[in-house]
């Protein structure tokens, strides 16, 4: 059965930390993984992958994805309260035209 | 461009029930999904399409259905609503999955109460 299990749960940190979220996956056929930022309401999306040890960057985010270990970080840098989130992490599989998604990690960011 | 968009935003459903959520995409997507987020779970597939007329289960089926009548619009029902269907539905769409493009699209939600 594919699944995809991000860790930790949860996490607090002090503003200026930085962090590491993770995501690994055990899926067939797998094409992409994605992550999004969850605040109040909808998921927000922030990175696709599809090709291993490729740096996705925006800002103080990055990702990277694993292929052979099948997993993938998401780096917060310099963290701000405003990051404080759920961030989901997703693999698309082909042929199934499906999403699995992780529990996500609830991260907190203190002042 | 509205995006993707859910109606009604909230509901309080009694035991019995029935309601249907409906969600709209104006970005001409092919693909749409209904899922469910509960507490610590993530969020769970309920049910999908791959274009208008065709629906399929996911993760989550039981005590629900859907139609994709129209391309723009998906709709989900709970014929008889149970307190275990109390959850945070998000609608969400995607375009043709070609090789290198699949992000989704979410709606802002409608939470369901079912008392």
């Known amino acids: 059965e594919d699944k995809v299990v991000q860790s930790p749960l949860s996490l607090v940190v002090h503003e200026g930390d930085t962090v590491t979220l993770n995501c690994s996956y055990e899926v067939t056929n797998f094409r992409s993984l994605l992550w999004y930022k969850q605040e109040k309401k909808a998921p927000t999306f922030l990175f696709m992958l599809?090709?291993?040890?490729i740096e996705k960057k925006s800002g103080r985010l990055s990702s990277i994805l694993d292929k052979k270990e099948l997993f993938s970080i998401l780096n917060i840098t310099a963290t701000q309260t405003g990051d404080s989130a759920i961030y989901l992490c997703a693999v698309y599989t082909s042929g199934t035209y499906k999403y699995i998604f992780g529990t996500g990690t609830r991260l907190k960011v203190l002042a | 461009n509205a995006g993707v968009t859910q109606t009604p935003k909230f509901r309080v459903l009694k035991t019995g029930q029935s309601m249907t959520l409906l969600c709209a995409q104006d970005m001409n997507h092919e693909y749409m999904y209904w899922y469910r987020q509960d507490p610590g779970m993530g969020l769970r597939l309920i049910h999908y399409?791959?274009?208008?007329?065709?629906?399929a289960k996911g993760e989550v089926p039981d005590g629900y259905n859907v139609s994709r009548l129209k391309k723009q619009n998906f709709l989900l029902g709970l014929e008889s609503a149970a307190p275990s269907q109390t959850s945070v539905y998000f609608c969400a769409s995607s375009p043709y999955q070609g090789l290198r493009y699949n992000e989704q699209f979410f709606g802002p939600g409608t939470r369901l109460t079912v008392l």
């Open positions: 399409s791959v274009g208008e007329g065709t629906t």
């Open positions: 599809t090709s291993s040890g």
